[in-house]
């Protein structure tokens, strides 16, 4: 048995499911079998190695048979789906690829990757959601654009609206399954379910397999082969983490004091509130550090905007509520910043999977009030392991919660975040942090 998320995973499922780290698996893209354009396009966005979903996943979807992957964002999940579907669609043959996924900032995502691996056909491809004008989707619904990204909700609008044709569908996938079905989607993904055709190929990928994500792939997929990138509700590789105990009157200076070092140059800040997130924007603004907020209050052009800017590096801080938590694909990300500790367990993972993308190495700092000692136990909890204390002295609270070492703990005793070195919790002096965090620049 496999315990996975609260799921229990039967022996006979368990045992077909693929382990991505399988040696015997092509190691290059040349091995996977694509085509010299897609070899091109490929190379052309600098990816020289398939990441082990993509070596997963690929060759068989080639074959025609239906997938279901347990795979973060950051594992390079898009490309397992969307390279087998380009490979295998028909140019002018209408809308071929539909993508399902929760949210708009996921559906635009999935779309501009797509685009850059269709660089140099005459593939289109449309993101469709909700929150925008109708005009250009209809367009591309008429138009028979091959492949569409949407999200459930708009989706159906357009099909109850006549203007989306799924008759012609061969690959159907739905990107993130288990945030489409806490955002209560279910319903919408049944009803474009029952228009496409049987006929189809199906992929479906999700962070975790809860029970839930599990009996709807079973439901969609025909004899799929299971594959999994990373055991559920653990972490992409080369992010280091770590726990700053902290009074919840000293976030503030925490933050600047930590800001202080040249290192986090790209920095996503998590706030609980909206309000939070705004606070937060203005005072890093007051203090002369270039901050945008993003959030669900915020329209979908400062949302975009704040992004953009982001993205460019035009600011260096962007601080945000849960909804950038998925879906946002900037590269570079150095540091992720908890300035709540996230509720949810899985919301934790999918947050500071937001840096450490692709190889790179990323840094997650989350910040623990007394009051946050329960959240942060479950947490610890669900990962299987606890997360490395910084305590600080002066922002640190009596009683703050020590490193439970009774377990062991993966990647705490070695790695230390850039700029701290390799101290212990709570070895650090004053003097020595003001010097590493270089406090005089
Ligand atoms: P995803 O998990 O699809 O969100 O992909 C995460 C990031 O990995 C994106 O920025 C992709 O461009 C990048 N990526 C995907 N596949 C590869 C690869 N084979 N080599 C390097 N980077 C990749």
Same mark, same amino acid.
């Given at each position: ?21 399988d ?33 997963q ?8 048979k239906d997938?279901?992957?347990?795979a ?63 005009g ?20 159906? #609008? ?33 009803e ?22 599990? #009996? ?7 004899e ?10 653990t ?43 705004d ?9 002369g ?14 949302r975009?905007?704040?992004?953009? #800017? ?58 623990v009030t ?40 993966r ?15 709570g ?13 005089s620049?």
């Amino acid at each position: 048995m496999c315990e996975s998320d609260g799921t229990t995973i039967h022996e006979s499922e368990e045992q077909a499911i693929h382990d991505v780290s399988d040696e015997q698996n092509p190691t290059t893209f040349a091995e996977l079998g694509l085509s010299p354009e897609m070899r091109a396009a490929v190379e052309a966005q600098g990816w020289t190695t398939p990441t082990p979903i993509q070596r997963q996943a690929i060759p068989t979807a080639l074959t025609g048979k239906d997938i279901v992957g347990i795979a973060q964002t950051g594992t390079g999940k898009t490309g397992a789906f969307m390279i087998p579907a380009l490979e295998r669609l028909e140019v002018g043959g209408g809308l071929q690829v539909l993508i399902l996924a929760p949210t708009r900032e996921l559906a635009q995502q999935v779309a501009e990757d797509t685009a850059l691996l269709a660089k140099g056909t005459s593939i289109r491809v449309e993101a469709i959601y909700g929150g925008v004008g109708y005009g250009p989707q209809n367009e591309a619904l008429a138009l028979g654009f091959e492949v569409i990204a949407a999200t459930p909700g708009r989706f159906i #609008d357009h099909m109850q609206r006549g203007n989306a044709d799924v008759s012609k569908v061969k690959f159907f996938i739905l990107d993130e399954a288990d945030r489409m079905l806490d955002m209560g989607f279910r319903p919408q993904i049944e009803e474009v379910m029952r228009k496409v055709p049987r006929s189809r190929q199906t992929m479906l990928f999700s962070a975790t397999m809860p029970n839930g994500v599990h #009996d709807l792939a079973l439901r969609i997929t025909n004899e799929p082969y299971w594959t999994e990138a990373a055991p559920s509700g653990t972490l992409a590789s080369g992010i280091e983490e770590k726990v700053f105990s902290v009074k919840p009157e000293k976030k503030p200076e925490l933050l600047l004091k930590l800001l202080a070092d040249p290192a986090m140059d790209q920095v996503l800040i998590f706030s609980r509130t909206k309000a939070g997130a705004d606070v937060l924007e203005s005072r890093l603004e007051r203090e002369g550090i270039k901050a945008a907020a993003m959030h669900s209050d915020r329209g979908m052009k400062q949302r975009q905007g704040a992004l953009q #800017d982001f993205a460019d590096r035009k600011v260096r801080v962007l601080v945000a509520t849960d909804v950038a938590q998925r879906g946002l694909d900037v590269e570079g990300i150095s540091h992720v910043i908890n300035y709540d500790v996230p509720q949810d367990p899985e919301d934790y993972v999918h947050r500071i999977g937001r840096t450490g993308r692709a190889g790179a190495t990323g840094y997650a700092f989350t910040f623990v009030t007394a009051g946050d000692i329960g959240h942060l136990k479950t947490l610890e909890h669900h990962l299987g392991r606890p997360i490395e204390r910084e305590h600080l002295p002066e922002f640190d609270y009596a009683g703050a919660p020590r490193e439970d070492t009774s377990r062991g703990s993966r990647g705490a005793k070695s790695r230390s975040p850039r700029g701290l070195g390799s101290r212990k919790p709570g070895e650090l002096s004053e003097e020595e942090l003001a010097r590493l965090l270089g406090q005089s620049s």
